[in-house]
């Protein structure tokens, strides 16, 4: 169903995820992918990271033209109502569709549209920094 390009119009030349913590209770969670893309074509928009059965938009850095940034916030996990009546029932979100892709922990695949066509490049390997514990609130664009 999806193939992956072997030989894509960019060169990564890191890329790295990074847990975070918020320091107030409500502030969440989550992982950051970060991505330092170089010689990318003109014709190119790179759309959306898959990671960790999620998927999330790029948002290119403030600091750096050539890195881009998907922020993956954890989501509550929300109880199951199993009850006889099936109004109540009725009341479950229905599950996601299915991930695309089957991938390890340490693995993501970065879709990007070039010349008019949505195309999958697979990273293997993505180094794990250091999670980072947030003093108040949510970090800095994650919403």
Do not use: C
């Not at 992918?33 to 990318?40: A, D, M, P, R, S």
């Not at 750096?64 to 509550?76: L, V």
């Amino acid at each position: 169903m999806y193939s992956f390009t072997a030989e894509p119009p960019f060169e990564v030349q890191n890329a790295y995820f990074q847990k975070w913590v918020a320091g107030v209770q409500a502030g969440g969670s989550g992982v950051n992918v970060y991505l330092t893309i170089e010689n990318i074509a003109e014709s190119v928009e790179i759309q959306h990271v898959y990671f960790r059965n999620n998927i999330e938009r790029t948002r290119n850095s403030e600091q750096d033209p050539d890195q881009y940034i998907a922020y993956f916030k954890d989501r509550p996990k929300k109880d199951v109502i199993m009850d006889g009546e099936v109004i109540k029932e009725a009341q479950n979100t229905p599950p996601q569709e299915d991930f695309p892709f089957n991938l390890k922990d340490n693995e993501a695949v970065i879709s990007f549209l070039h010349k008019d066509e949505v195309k999958y490049l697979k990273l293997s390997e993505i180094e794990e920094k250091p999670m980072i514990a947030y003093p108040q609130g949510n970090p800095k664009g994650i919403e």
